[in-house]
């Protein structure tokens, strides 16, 4: 097995359970994986327990019987390494990109996981692929489409398995692909031999889905603190109203994600001097010098609100969080060979992918709401009549000569009405399989849904991003500055990337760069 602590590498210890920033660490390089010697007693267990169900030439599928509707016609255990390579060369028939080269690998954790949960009677030889896959820097190549994620996500787990045999392509870090056997000799492994049940253990479960939910839960938090941290700054640009981010608010409506929302807000605007304080109420009532009623208003909701909509986002990245977590430290084969049974296998359909199908899918609804705020943000931040004063589209050359971020508005609307097009998938099954799987969960779908949106969400908060601290360049040349030590050091992480725009110039590059750095790093403190 490579050795990869010479490179800094944390080293973690995986039983039964791991938690997801672990996890993550794991699939983007940042740590590697040691199997607990408990967990590699389970699933020696199961392994022996298996060998005992052959030699007792018991019915079970998948080792006597063919797979899906013609589990009815019985293989000789004699054919159980042509039956085990047979099914991956049936499933291999994925489409489309390859999934991201974290993807892939946090796919990859995702099955071993699984694995090692000592209920899929899948050999040592199989662990170890896995876990040296992980321990480098390579990635298998997986076709992102073609699974209904119904009796697991057959089709791309297939693929991991062509890898593992040395048949298929793996990728660098960079996106560069490497002969299947010129990586496995890299490694220091043997093509992986689908003896016994091998082949079924690895394509069948939910693995695909979950490691794809696995790296949307962390991007997806980390624009949920973007989000706070780029409204914040727009508060503070807008001069905003304290008032609306009281904590007497999130008292009286206890939602979990609320009171996070509201406690970060206020940390963000902490030390700012252009926040008004006062609320609305300590000002009595009295004309103004014209004899009329002074006019005194509340923010728009894009300001006011905020705690309320980012809550509630962050009260569903929770739950999807806590599903996704559950399900990495899930068995979700069929079948499964418990101890202490009378019958040595059970037939059942914890590969049913619905779980992750439907947190997926309210992900996705979620970071679309997380991105509508932005664009509206965005869109009041750069409209001349409702910025408090500052130049339209917060131009800082010649008005008309220069447009600012015009262009860069219009680009955040489209992307987040491509965003309001992409329809729910969990709920869409599709009868397939010859009828043999008559509900699917479309549970992969809907993880490369969220994926894609949580891609656009960072576009879009990176213009965010790009507006705010033109905002607050353009107020310190006023001399109307006074912004939060928070603020200071999100300007300063933006500015590493983007200068301000003091002349027009093409940003698509920017923007992208920026929306990259987002969905890698939390803001600063």
Same mark, same amino acid.
């Given at each position: 097995?490579?050795?990869?602590?010479?490179?800094?590498?944390?080293?973690?210890?995986?039983?039964?359970?791991?938690?997801?920033?672990?996890?993550?660490?794991?699939?983007?390089?940042?740590?590697?994986?040691?199997?607990?010697?408990?967990?590699?007693?389970?699933?020696?267990?199961?392994?022996?327990?298996?060998?005992?169900?052959?030699?007792?030439?018991?019915?079970?599928?998948?080792?006597?019987?063919?797979?899906?509707?013609?589990?009815?016609?019985?293989?000789?255990?004699?054919?159980?390494?042509?039956?085990?390579?047979?099914?991956?060369?049936?499933?291999?028939?994925?489409?489309?990109?390859?999934?991201?080269?974290?993807?892939?690998?946090?796919?990859?954790?995702?099955?071993?996981?699984?694995?090692?949960?000592?209920?899929?009677?899948?050999?040592?030889?199989?662990?170890?692929?896995?876990?040296?896959?992980?321990?480098?820097?390579?990635?298998?190549?997986?076709?992102?489409?073609?699974?209904?994620?119904?009796?697991?996500?057959?089709?791309?787990?297939?693929?991991?398995?062509?890898?593992?045999?040395?048949?298929?392509?793996?990728?660098?870090?960079?996106?560069?692909?490497?002969?299947?056997?010129?990586?496995?000799?890299?490694?220091?492994?043997?093509?992986?031999?689908?003896?016994?049940?091998?082949?079924?253990?690895?394509?069948?479960?939910?693995?695909?889905?979950?490691?794809?939910?696995?790296?949307?839960?962390?991007?997806?938090?980390?624009? *949920?603190?973007?989000?706070?941290?780029?409204?914040?700054?727009?508060?503070?640009?807008?001069?905003?109203?304290?008032? %609306?981010?009281?904590?007497?608010?999130?008292?009286?409506?206890?939602?979990?994600?609320?009171? %996070?929302?509201?406690?970060?807000?206020?940390?963000?605007?902490?030390?700012?001097?252009?926040?008004?304080?006062?609320?609305?109420?300590?000002?009595?009532?009295?004309?103004?010098?014209?004899?009329?009623?002074?006019?005194?208003?509340?923010?728009?909701?894009?300001?006011?609100?905020?705690?309320?909509?980012?809550?509630?986002?962050?009260?569903?990245?929770?739950?999807?969080?806590?599903?996704?977590?559950?399900?990495?430290?899930?068995?979700?084969?069929?079948?499964?060979?418990?101890?202490?049974?009378?019958?040595?296998?059970?037939?059942?359909?914890?590969?049913?992918?619905?779980?992750?199908?439907?947190?997926?899918?309210?992900?996705?609804?979620?970071?679309?709401?997380? %991105?509508?705020? *932005?664009?509206?943000?965005?869109?009041?931040?750069?409209?001349?009549?409702?910025?408090?004063?500052?130049?339209?589209?917060?131009?800082?050359?010649?008005?008309?000569?220069?447009?600012?971020?015009?262009?860069?508005?219009?680009?955040?609307?489209?992307?987040?009405?491509?965003?309001?097009?992409?329809?729910?998938?969990?709920?869409?099954?599709?009868?397939?399989?010859? *009828?043999?799987?008559?509900?699917?969960?479309?549970?992969?779908?809907?993880?490369?849904?969220?994926?894609?949106?949580?891609?656009?969400?960072?576009?879009?908060?990176?213009?965010?991003?790009?507006?705010?601290?033109?905002?607050?360049?353009?107020?310190?040349?006023?001399?109307?500055?006074?912004?939060?030590?928070?603020?200071?050091?999100?300007?300063?992480?933006?500015?590493?990337?983007?200068?301000?725009?003091?002349?027009?110039?093409?940003?698509?590059?920017?923007?992208?760069?920026?929306?990259?750095?987002?969905?890698?790093?939390?803001?600063?403190?």
């Amino acid at each position: 097995m490579p050795d990869d602590t010479r490179r800094g590498r944390d080293e973690i210890a995986i039983d039964r359970e791991i938690g997801l920033a672990q996890a993550y660490a794991i699939a983007t390089g940042a740590a590697s994986p040691q199997v607990a010697p408990e967990a590699r007693d389970r699933c020696r267990a199961s392994h022996r327990r298996l060998g005992a169900t052959i030699a007792a030439r018991r019915h079970v599928y998948g080792l006597t019987t063919g797979f899906g509707p013609l589990a009815d016609r019985l293989v000789d255990p004699g054919d159980g390494v042509l039956l085990q390579q047979n099914l991956i060369h049936h499933l291999a028939s994925g489409q489309g990109p390859d999934f991201a080269w974290d993807e892939a690998r946090a796919i990859a954790l995702a099955r071993l996981m699984s694995i090692l949960q000592g209920l899929s009677g899948a050999s040592e030889a199989s662990i170890d692929a896995l876990v040296s896959l992980l321990r480098s820097d390579l990635a298998p190549a997986i076709p992102s489409r073609g699974t209904v994620g119904a009796s697991g996500d057959l089709t791309p787990l297939s693929h991991l398995a062509l890898c593992l045999q040395g048949r298929a392509d793996f990728l660098t870090r960079c996106g560069r692909r490497i002969d299947g056997a010129a990586a496995l000799t890299a490694l220091g492994l043997a093509p992986l031999d689908l003896e016994r049940r091998d082949g079924l253990a690895l394509v069948n479960g939910t693995s695909a889905m979950t490691g794809v939910a696995l790296c949307n839960a962390v991007r997806a938090r980390r624009l *949920a603190e973007w989000s706070i941290a780029l409204t914040a700054g727009l508060a503070e640009a807008m001069a905003a109203r304290l008032e %609306a981010w009281d904590m007497a608010f999130a008292d009286a409506r206890p939602h979990p994600g609320q009171r %996070a929302a509201t406690s970060a807000l206020l940390a963000r605007v902490a030390g700012a001097s252009r926040l008004v304080v006062a609320p609305i109420a300590a000002r009595e009532l009295r004309p103004d010098e014209n004899g009329q009623e002074a006019r005194i208003g509340q923010d728009a909701y894009t300001i006011r609100c905020a705690p309320q909509v980012i809550g509630a986002v962050l009260d569903t990245l929770d739950w999807h969080d806590a599903v996704v977590l559950r399900e990495l430290s899930s068995v979700t084969d069929n079948p499964i060979f418990p101890e202490d049974r009378e019958v040595p296998a059970l037939h059942g359909g914890n590969f049913m992918g619905q779980h992750v199908g439907l947190v997926s899918d309210s992900l996705a609804n979620a970071v679309t709401v997380l %991105a509508g705020l *932005a664009e509206r943000q965005v869109a009041r931040l750069t409209d001349e009549r409702l910025n408090n004063g500052l130049p339209a589209f917060l131009h800082m050359g010649r008005a008309g000569l220069n447009s600012g971020f015009m262009g860069a508005q219009v680009t955040a609307t489209a992307i987040l009405a491509e965003m309001r097009s992409r329809g729910p998938a969990s709920m869409h099954s599709i009868s397939t399989n010859g *009828a043999n799987q008559d509900v699917v969960s479309m549970g992969t779908v809907a993880a490369r849904i969220t994926a894609a949106s949580i891609e656009d969400a960072a576009t879009i908060l990176a213009i965010l991003a790009l507006t705010v601290t033109q905002a607050m360049d353009i107020l310190d040349e006023r001399a109307e500055g006074g912004f939060s030590p928070s603020a200071q050091t999100v300007r300063g992480f933006v500015r590493i990337r983007s200068d301000r725009l003091a002349a027009d110039r093409p940003l698509g590059e920017e923007i992208a760069t920026l929306a990259r750095a987002l969905c890698r790093h939390s803001p600063p403190a």
